[in-house]
């Protein structure tokens, strides 16, 4: 058998799982989901701000 590169395990069904490549995949979601938040809570402060000028 050939060696194999990258770090691989296998699941409970016993699929193999590229280790890194779903450390990279949850990474990015983090950040996506960070930065998603940031720009709805930086919106949602103008929004207020619009709202009580409209009294």
């Given amino acids: 058998?050939?060696?194999r590169s990258g770090?691989?395990?296998t699941s409970s069904e016993g699929d193999e799982i590229d280790e890194r490549a779903l450390q990279?995949?949850?990474r990015a979601a983090i950040d996506?989901?960070?930065a998603k938040a940031k720009k709805k809570?930086?919106?949602g402060?103008?929004?207020k701000a619009a709202k009580s000028t409209d009294a």
Avoid: G, I
Wanted: glycine content about 0%.
């Fill in 1 to 3: 058998m050939a060696a």
């Fill in 7 to 9: 770090a691989r395990s």
């Fill in 24 to 26: 990279n995949l949850v």
């Fill in 32 to 34: 996506y989901n960070q």
């Fill in 41 to 43: 809570a930086s919106s």
């Fill in 45 to 47: 402060s103008r929004a």
